[in-house]
């Protein structure tokens, strides 16, 4: 299988050249790389990567400028998944970047970048169609109090299974870090998607609609 393409956007050169060497040396293809919101919306168009990573900050205006390029290239460049690097722990932006499909999408700090191996898992998760959302984001979403809140009703346990599945872990994954088997995850998932109301949805969609479509609507 040949390797991911990928585009790598950040207007910060030393922080984009030594991003690009850490990927190539993960035996990842960087087919282009943007100093802009202008030229990584170009260069999606030219290239059509398997992945555009994006800074959240870039020229021209220096605010969320990479955020809305990002969301422009989910809308109009399906075959592109998208992982946005943020320094800030915002979860504005990463439910602004997801809209209502959590397919194909990343939101990660920046400081996960120094963890490559993590940096890779979630690449490739998005490229295969998943999400990868940092913990940190995914803590503060969950663990919010407010009026009418549905997660109200969650127990602990399956806040935490809740959680590890809107970072993007499969049942497995789950099993292994919570130290219980995967039969036990079965049923806290169902639990959890039983009292959220998301019975109905599509099996995959619904493990991070879970979290961020029920937090966007309380």
């Known amino acids: 299988?040949?390797?991911?393409?990928?585009?790598?956007?950040?207007?910060?050169?030393?922080?984009?050249?030594?991003?690009?060497?850490?990927?190539?040396?993960?035996?990842l293809d960087v087919v282009?790389?943007?100093?802009?919101?202008?030229?990584?919306?170009?260069?999606?168009?030219?290239?059509?990567?398997?992945?555009?990573?994006?800074?959240?900050?870039?020229?021209p205006d220096g605010t969320d400028d990479g955020l809305r390029a990002a969301r422009e290239i989910r809308a109009t460049q399906p075959g592109t998944a998208v992982l946005v690097l943020s320094q800030f722990l915002e979860e504005r932006y990463a439910l602004d970047l997801?809209?209502?499909?959590?397919?194909?999408?990343?939101?990660l700090l920046k400081d996960r970048v120094a963890d490559v191996g993590a940096l890779v898992d979630a690449i490739q998760r998005v490229a295969a169609g998943g999400s990868a959302l940092d913990p940190e984001v995914v803590a503060r979403m969950v663990g919010r109090r407010r009026a009418a809140d549905p997660l109200a009703d969650l127990t602990p346990r399956e806040r935490e299974v809740?959680?590890?599945?809107?970072?993007?872990?499969?049942?497995r994954g789950i099993a292994e870090l919570l130290g219980?088997?995967?039969?036990?995850?079965?049923?806290?998932?169902?639990?959890?998607?039983?009292?959220?109301?998301?019975?109905?949805?599509?099996?995959?969609?619904r493990r991070v609609m879970a979290v961020l479509t029920r937090l966007r609507a309380s």
């Open 162 to 171: 809740l959680t590890l599945m809107a970072e993007g872990k499969s049942n």
């Open 98 to 107: 997801i809209g209502d499909d959590a397919s194909g999408v990343g939101y």
């Open 180 to 205: 219980i088997g995967p039969a036990a995850v079965d049923k806290h998932a169902t639990r959890v998607f039983d009292k959220l109301g998301l019975g109905d949805e599509p099996s995959e969609h």
């Open 32 to 59: 282009a790389e943007a100093g802009d919101a202008e030229e990584l919306l170009r260069k999606v168009r030219a290239h059509a990567p398997d992945v555009a990573i994006v800074d959240v900050q870039m020229p």
């Open 1 to 27: 299988m040949p390797p991911l393409r990928l585009l790598v956007a950040d207007d910060n050169a030393l922080l984009r050249k030594g991003l690009v060497r850490l990927l190539q040396d993960a035996g």
